[in-house]
């Protein structure tokens, strides 16, 4: 059974993972953990059950003070609360098995979680500088840009994350 966990150096593999993207791997093997102690970042890791130490994928996420877009926060001028999705990836071993929406998916369930009573703070939205050639997959689950001259730097509005979440994502 697949499950999304926090990185713990102890338990999980962080050196045999491999998506790819030399900086994607170098920070999950030796800064993700480090981050997540000193209260920066927190690190989640996709594994199976019956192998846990073993890294499908990885996602990491801070909170971000942002001039909302006027999609979301109309004739509001200052910075709001975000969440930021820094980075995100899936081994090459596991490619093609959907496991990138699995792990977006758990994040916009997480983005809409900061509404609940119990969540110490809200945020308007997720959002991600996606890299050339991710803009299409970050599109269809409803990301917008955040503006014209930043064609790469991507918003999900709140309202988005928590239709995503009632409707089973």
């Known amino acids: 059974m697949l499950r999304t966990a926090r990185l713990d150096k102890n338990v999980h593999d962080r050196r045999d993972f491999d998506c790819g993207v030399t900086a ?3 920070y999950l093997a030796k800064s993700a ?10 690190t989640y890791v996709l594994v199976d059950s019956l192998s846990p130490s073993a890294i499908i994928g990885y996602y990491t ?11 979301a926060l109309k ?3 200052h910075p709001a609360p975000a969440l930021k999705l820094v980075r995100m990836g899936v081994d090459l071993r596991y490619r093609g098995n959907r496991f990138g929406e699995q792990l977006l998916m758990d994040v916009i369930r997480k983005t809409a979680f900061t509404l609940a009573a ?8 997720l959002f991600v500088d996606a890299k050339e050639g ?16 930043e064609k790469l730097s991507l918003f999900l509005p ?8 009632e409707a089973g994502g």
Not at 33 to 42: A, E, M, V, Y
Not at 134 to 149: C, D, L, P, T
Request: proline residues 5%.
């Open 61 to 71: 996420l801070s909170y971000a003070s942002v001039i909302a877009p006027a999609s």
């Open 33 to 42: 953990s480090s981050s997540d102690k000193r209260g920066l970042t927190k």
């Open 118 to 125: 119990d969540s110490p703070a809200a945020v308007i939205g």
């Open 158 to 165: 709140m309202s988005t994350c928590i239709e995503v979440t």
């Open 75 to 77: 004739n509001y001028p």
């Open 24 to 26: 994607l791997n170098d």
């Open 134 to 149: 991710a803009v299409e997959f970050y599109r269809q689950y409803g990301f917008i840009e955040v503006s014209e001259e």
